[in-house]
């Protein structure tokens, strides 16, 4: 049985734009209060122009007012098994905590992260107010 936040990705990465690479992927993010907001990758000419499917999902969903997120569940036509990129795990971070769940296609099964695991040693608001510190005490 598949998962349905799983298969509101898939249903997703169907709107995918990917001329370039041909690897669509669709994302599905649900928030604590259980609405849901999907992305899906928009590749440009110079690929750093590029949207992720979760980027693209976080700020559909950064736009309505909601940032506490409980999972995440990403699908790629080729089911396998894809995850967040590390940009998008850092973005993720800013607004989810570690325990956020990210669920992978591998179309027969789902693999299970947390966002700790995949983005150990998090760049933070409290660690660039750290390092700012430790600076100004280095002066």
């Known amino acids: 049985m598949t998962v349905p936040l799983i298969e509101q990705a898939r249903k997703a990465l169907e709107a995918a734009h990917v001329p370039y690479s041909a690897y669509p992927v669709g994302a599905a993010l649900e928030t604590d209060s259980g609405d849901v907001f999907v992305g899906c ?12 499917a979760e980027e693209v999902a976080l700020a559909e969903a950064v736009k309505t007012g909601q940032t506490t997120f409980s999972r995440l569940a990403v699908s790629s036509a080729p ?12 973005t993720l971070a800013e607004f989810a905590s570690d325990d956020l769940e990210i669920m992978c296609d591998t179309g027969d099964s789902v693999n299970r992260y947390r966002l700790g695991e995949l983005l150990p040693e998090t760049i933070s608001e ?14």
């Open 41 to 52: 990758n928009i590749e440009n000419a110079n690929y750093s122009n590029s949207l992720h």
């Open 79 to 90: 089911r396998d098994g894809v995850t967040p990129c590390g940009m998008c795990r850092q």
């Open 126 to 139: 409290e660690t660039l107010r750290e390092a700012g510190q430790r600076a100004e005490a280095d002066e």
